[in-house]
């Protein structure tokens, strides 16, 4: 009976609970029902329209694409309106542009939404197109509220364009020139030697070379726009050594920037001088820079630089001395001992043993040249370069001194006044006795006959004490050495009587010889006057 009665609790419970539940349901069905709105009435479809367009059918990498997104909904019997229409423009790079909300009622014309730029690349080219995508989402005003939802793509053709094409060549060059210098000195370049002296000078040639290094880095590049491509617009041309720096690039006729049609071409030189520091291996780039969407170039080839070229790298030294070098090669390698020549020279008297320059009573200069000669290989110059030292050397030699015409006229055998007979008269062939030129008279006599306005015997006197004093050693001037041989000359043309005659110019002549004797006899001029005590 207990049972009986649970069961039926039981029972009651749950037909209460279905009866709550079935009016529950039944109360959100109606709920429901009431809140969907049909708009317009009785509409029944999604006529909504979404557009996605580019604002060009190709593009290259480069290139900037506009992607557009229009919406509407144009008028129909039986389109519903849309609510709350969001739009997502994806570009493709993966960037995103949402649009919206909006809502578009039946009817909406298709009207522009929005739009986003994208910059072509052809990273982001799938199978040759460049793709965006619109997507939307919103809410269709149908019987009941429904999705309105869908997508769209618009594709742009990948065009794709080559690079410029750049090709270069290299070119090197070093040569190393050798300027060479001489030079000459001696330890002694005054000389004062005692007659019979002898004295030695050391000479010193020094040789040594400069060089100079010219070095070149050269070569031309050339720019080609290939076949099929968009004009190129280049805005420069550069090359650089990787070591050495950058060269001066001359491309003729063209000036930046440039435009070059496909299939077109220009070539440029380049030039560098690099230092003898970097004249090494290394690698040499030429670039063609753009601007646009013909991307640029460059090109990388090896530079080899070699060994220098040696210009006048040796010359042949030889010396006017022959003690000095005698065609002896110097290399600009030689150590610097093998650059330089030290050697003697003696001066001195004649036939004395040891004696390379022979010099007499007086002075001289002696002039002592080194030269030399590049030697002749097929790069070379014949350059050529001398040195001279000069030594002045000054002899000191007796000269002996002069006596009067008195002292010559009274010392001899036939003067019987007392005075010691001079030695120098038997120097003449007849000794005191020896005849004078045409006058008959012997040298004596013509002595001892008065002049008594006769320019001869003025002359004649002068000539002869001038005569004996060169023969007793006295060092006669060339200007008396020129007055006896003019002296003598008269003398053998004419006698005392004719030279008497004589008036004016012609007996003016006579006179000045006479005078410029005159004036070596009595020491005024030429080795001076003697002690007539003791003339020797």
């Known amino acids: ?186 330890d002694q370049e005054d000389l004062l030697l005692s007659e019979g002296e002898s004295f030695t000078v050391n000479y010193t040639v020094d040789v040594s070379a400069v060089a100079t290094d010219t070095i070149d880095a050269s070569g031309t590049i050339n720019v080609t726009n290939p076949v099929g491509n968009p004009s190129a617009t280049v805005t420069g041309v550069t090359d650089e050594l990787s070591i050495a720096g950058t060269a001066t690039v001359t491309c003729p006729g063209i000036i930046f920037p440039h435009v070059l049609a496909a299939g077109d071409s220009f070539d440029c030189t380049y030039q560098l001088s690099p230092d003898a520091a970097d004249a090494i291996d290394q690698t040499n780039t030429a670039t063609a820079t753009t601007s646009g969407n013909v991307p640029g170039d460059s090109d990388t080839v090896p530079v080899d630089f070699s060994a220098p070229v040696q210009i006048d790298e040796c010359i042949t030294v030889d010396d006017t001395n022959p003690q000095g070098p005698q065609d002896v090669v110097v290399c600009q390698d030689d150590p610097a001992n093998e650059k330089t020549f030290t050697y003697p020279v003696t001066f001195g008297p004649a036939q004395t043993e040891g004696v390379d320059v022979v010099v007499e009573c007086g002075e001289i200069d002696h002039d002592n040249t080194a030269s030399y000669t590049t030697n002749d290989d097929d790069n070379d110059t014949d350059e050529n370069d001398s040195a001279t030292e000069t030594v002045h050397i000054n002899v000191e030699c007796f000269e002996g001194c002069t006596l009067t015409q008195g002292y010559w006229k009274t ?86 009587a ?11 002549s006579w006179t000045t010889l006479a005078g410029t004797l005159g004036s070596f006899n009595e020491g005024v001029i030429g080795p001076g006057h003697c002690d007539e005590q003791n003339p020797v």
């Open 1 to 186: 009976m207990h049972s009986l009665i649970q069961n039926k609790k039981f029972s009651i419970v749950m037909a209460v609970a279905l009866a709550i539940t079935v009016a529950l349901f039944g109360f959100a069905l109606s709920v429901q029902k009431a809140s969907a709105v049909q708009s317009p009435a009785g509409c029944t479809a999604d006529n909504s329209v979404v557009n996605i367009s580019s604002d060009v059918a190709s593009a290259s990498a480069g290139d900037t694409i506009t992607f557009t997104v229009s919406a509407g909904n144009p008028a129909s019997a039986d389109g519903c309106d849309i609510t709350g229409r969001t739009l997502t423009l994806t570009l493709p790079d993966g960037s995103v542009t949402a649009f919206g909300p909006f809502d578009y009622p039946n009817p909406t014309p298709v009207a522009f939404v929005g739009s986003a730029p994208y910059l072509a690349d052809n990273a982001d080219a799938v199978g040759g197109f460049w793709t965006a995508n619109v997507s939307w989402n919103g809410t269709l005003k149908s019987v009941n509220d429904l999705p309105s939802t869908g997508s769209k793509n618009a594709s742009v053709l990948q065009v794709i364009i080559d690079p410029l094409v750049v090709t270069k060549t290299s070119r090197t060059a070093f040569e190393r020139a050798w300027d060479w210098d001489i030079t000459k000195s001696a």
């Open 411 to 496: 010392h001899n055998d036939l003067f019987k006044g007392g005075a010691p007979s001079d030695e120098t008269w038997e120097l003449l062939s007849g000794g005191e006795e020896t005849i004078f030129f045409l006058s008959a008279k012997s040298w004596f006599d013509v002595f001892w006959t008065a002049p008594k306005g006769n320019v001869y015997y003025n002359l004649a006197h002068q000539y002869m004490a001038a005569k004996l004093n060169i023969l007793a050693g006295a060092v006669a001037p060339a200007n008396v050495t020129s007055a006896i041989t003019s002296a003598e000359t008269l003398f053998g043309a004419n006698t005392p």
């Open 498 to 508: 004719q030279a008497g005659a004589l008036k004016g110019a012609a007996k003016n």
